[in-house]
């Protein structure tokens, strides 16, 4: 008995030593961020690109899951235009596009169901190197086009830098 045993053992050892190795899923992820001097520098560097035009604007910088990381709002630029931002550069990353590419989804049933969404020009996705790493969007200028050309430029101010990583 003893030996049917070890003879059983030693086959299915053999057999397992043949099956192909499967790795483990992780157990953790790793997700590329920007710092707070990055979120930072793109949204001075969208303020004055509006500003070279005379044009007051909010900013807001969010991460890639919709989270406020930096927001600021230039001295007379309207009160209104902080949340418009916000919405902005939520819904650019929710959908990574532009906000400009958005405009005939602002008649889908998606405008009803989504709280703090903005289906309009005036954000960019922030991307490099293949990674996603938020968004960013403007708001105060007569036309959200003007908005999405200062979020543009705001993320130029690092893309160099961010493409490196």
Known sequence: MLK????????LSAFSAVL????EEPM????ARL??????????????????????????VV?????VQAQLRDTIAPPVSLSISQKKAY???????KGSQLGDRAKSPLQTMGEG????????????????????GVSGAP??????ACAIQGVGKVIEDLEMM
């Open 143 to 148: 036309d959200g086009m003007d908005d999405e």
């Open 63 to 67: 991460d890639r899951n919709g989270i």
């Open 20 to 23: 192909p190795v499967q790795a």
């Open 35 to 60: 710092s707070l001097d990055v979120a930072n520098k793109i949204a001075m560097g969208a303020i004055e690109a509006c500003r070279e035009k005379g044009i007051p604007i909010s900013v807001t």
């Open 91 to 97: 819904t650019a990353v929710m959908f990574n596009v």
């Open 28 to 31: 953790v992820v790793n997700v």
């Open 4 to 11: 049917k045993f070890a003879v059983g053992l030693f086959a």
């Open 117 to 136: 969404l903005a289906f309009m020009a005036g954000s960019t996705p922030i991307e490099a190197g293949g990674k996603m790493y938020g968004a960013v």
